[in-house]
């Protein structure tokens, strides 16, 4: 009998998430019937996601939602081996039975040498975002000018490194100096911390004067009001998140984005990345190509211990994490 640790979600998010706000629990789980597997968490990642999925997917007492890299360590399903390591979607727990059809392998030409946490950032779910964002919604072309925001984070220091190897120029902005130096030394062109500029509209019209052709927006709310007016005519937008909005209780009003849509001519688009499952595999295999020539960099803040699932998550929301937040158990 083995006994997993959960984080259960205790009481929904009211504004920012507090340490609170969780319950750690313990589970006792039943003997593998033929076909399961039990896995243990190797990894956690902790994503923005969960903040507006908590409220939309879940309901009090459920155990956070989430991915893992996890180790097979016991096996009666006779397509998985005990030792193998997968991605799989079973949320804040350090044990879990599958029956191993909602398990993926990591890619077979994974080097022994690099971290398999990155099945949970750069090769993974947010690599895979900044991937089809750009290439599927912004349509990005040699020459062009990007914009990215939370860029040193997961998938904006992915977004940034695709765009300059696509033959782009690239502008991050980011929360802290640090950051902004992590920006540069992987390749951005400009770099500035949106926190302590004078003016945003200046620090955006300094670095592009002429404007942006795509805009690759994690941030949302009033940053990407003031981009909009920057976009240059045919400009595209993906809309890939919004998390300056998702602690808020209350939605806030903004400008309105009509009209320079309109005189511009741009196209803006929400997208998930999910809608791209069936080209899972074709993403894998060119981010992982990527890192392995070292022409994609990458960071992690790695939080040691499965009881620091909370505190990394509210750490991540908070802007402490440079490349991707993960909890290593
Ligand atoms: P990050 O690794 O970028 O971590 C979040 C970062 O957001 C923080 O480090 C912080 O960096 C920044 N941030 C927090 N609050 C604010 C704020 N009020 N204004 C500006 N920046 C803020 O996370 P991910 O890379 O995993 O996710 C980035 C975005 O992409 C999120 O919006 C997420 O929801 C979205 N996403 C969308 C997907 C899709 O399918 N559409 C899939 C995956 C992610 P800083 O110090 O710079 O402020």
Not at 150 to 175: E, F, H, M, N, T
Not at 226 to 237: E, F, H, L, T, W
Request: net charge positive; glycine share 10%.
């Amino acid at each position: 009998m083995v006994t997993a640790k959960v984080w259960v979600l205790k009481k929904h998010f009211e504004g920012f998430p507090k340490t609170s706000d969780f319950d750690l629990k313990k589970i006792e789980l039943p003997n593998l019937k033929n076909g399961e597997l039990l896995l243990e968490s190797v990894f956690l990642s902790v994503d923005p996601y969960m903040r507006p999925y908590s409220q939309r997917d879940m309901k009090e007492g459920d155990i956070m939602i989430g991915t893992q890299v996890a180790r097979i360590v016991e096996s009666k399903n006779p397509a998985f081996t005990v030792g193998a390591f997968v991605v799989a979607g079973s949320g804040w727990r350090t044990h879990f039975i599958s029956d191993g059809r909602d398990l993926r392998c990591l890619p077979s030409s994974w080097p022994e040498s690099l971290p398999k946490s990155l099945a949970l950032g750069t090769v993974g779910m947010p690599g895979l975002t900044a991937y089809f964002g750009l290439l599927e919604v912004c349509k990005m072309k040699p020459g062009e000018t990007v914009l990215v925001n939370a860029a040193a984070g997961a998938v904006g220091s992915v977004v940034g490194q695709l765009a300059k190897i696509g033959g782009c120029k690239v502008v991050g902005c980011a929360g802290s100096d640090y950051k902004v130096a992590y920006l540069k030394k992987i390749g951005f062109d400009e770099a500035f911390n949106y926190k302590t500029v004078t003016s945003l509209y200046e620090a955006l019209h300094k670095a592009s004067p002429d404007g942006y052709d795509c805009f690759f927006d994690n941030v949302g709310g009033e940053f990407a009001s003031i981009v909009i007016n920057q976009m240059k005519k045919y400009g595209r937008i993906a809309v890939c998140g919004a998390i300056s909005q998702y602690n808020d209780s209350m939605p806030k009003k903004g400008p309105y984005v009509q009209i320079p849509m309109v005189s511009k001519e741009l196209q803006m688009e929400g997208f998930l990345v999910t809608r791209w499952n069936n080209r899972w595999e074709e993403g894998l295999n060119a981010l992982l190509k990527w890192v392995v020539e070292g022409k994609v960099q990458y960071h992690e803040q790695v939080t040691e211990g499965f009881e620091n699932m909370p505190t990394a998550f509210i750490g991540m929301l908070r802007g402490e994490n440079l490349g991707k937040a993960v909890v290593k158990v």
